[in-house]
């Protein structure tokens, strides 16, 4: 079914693109996959499992598309929009990005941009393909899984770029709205890694023994981008590149959600307060490439006098991938934790772990991307008991993916 669908939307993108090929272009791809999956129940399906695809056993699906449509509509003027169709946990369509940029031609080192609507912060060095995908891997970091499940700039950015002969300097802000449940996947089950990208249209799934302990019913999904307490959040940012040789990211966000708001309903979905530095690095070293992330900050929800959750955060990943040729391995490791801080009611969920994950890229053509991916997730959640499974567990996740590329 979606080979279907997603054929056909690359096929209208290419009759548009023909009807308007000077300021139009698009892009897309299909991902087919094979996979051995994680023998613990995944987290997409309702489980506590680190990965992606878990119940054990093998399986061949097409496992999502994206379609990304850009128009440059001035030569200042930028417009994109960007959908994705994935059938994880259940079939949906989602609008990942949308937005209008404006970035005034500059004959000076100096130049500014605006942008508003739906769209990525600037904080991730991996996820920089189609779609927010990963060119180094098919799963990104447990930081980057989580910032794509739970995370958009519905909004506004402006960014200052200074053009150095040998570096560049940029500073970033943003007013971010409809962020206020970002944070509750860390509370409700910790880190997960993982390509599932939620984008406006799209809902997340609670783990069932979550929902059980809340007294929900089971599945539990909720919208991550939701607006309860009418307030404005805001990041900013700061960043140094030297082409060639590496440069430094800096960011803090922090979503000013106020933690005693939540909708209405039978199942209401809580604001979060969430905040977090995260701090990234990338070094060139000839063909070798390494890129390193660290992330620390603290969710929390306090509803009423008699219920408060409060979760503290940390996580950090090392990369070094080939960056020549057809055929291009990459190596990274993780590390992570959560910890539920003493005032919490629910049992103090914690949480510690690491994974491994290496990746072989070959690019036979420039629409085909074949890649073989081995990811080992060994984690420690006291959570688990609640599940009758011990709270140690390791998932092991093996996928050969072939993605057509427009």
Known sequence: MICRIALAMLACAGAMRIAAAADFSAHGYVDCRLISRAGERSFADGGLGKTRFGGGGLSATCVQADLTLTAQLTPALLALADVQYQTTGRNAFSA???????????TTPLRWSFKAGE??????LENDAIGWTSPWTLTPSAINSWLGEEFRTIGAEGRVEWRGTTNTFEGVAGLVRLNDPAGELLAARGWSLSDLVTGVGGRVREPDVYATFNGAPVPLRFNPFAENDGRTGWYAGASWKMPGAGGVTLLRYDNEADPATHSNGASPT?????????????????????????LTGSTEIVPSPYFSTSTSFRAAYLLAGWNRGAVRPTLRFDAFT???????????????????????????YAWLRVTGEALRVHSWRNQRLDEGLSPQQTDNQVQLSARLIY
Do not use: K
Request: proline share 6%.
């Open 96 to 106: 990942l990005e949308a937005y209008l940029r404006y970035r005034p031609v500059s």
């Open 119 to 124: 769209f990525f912060m600037p904080v991730s």
């Open 270 to 294: 809580f604001s979060w307060h969430t905040d977090f530095w995260s701090l990234g690095a990338e070094a060139d070293a000839g063909d070798i490439v390494f890129l390193g992330q660290a």
């Open 338 to 364: 959560t910890e539920q801080l003493p005032r919490s009611i629910d049992g103090r969920w914690r949480e510690h772990g690491n994974a491994i994950t290496f990746a072989l890229n070959w690019r036979p």
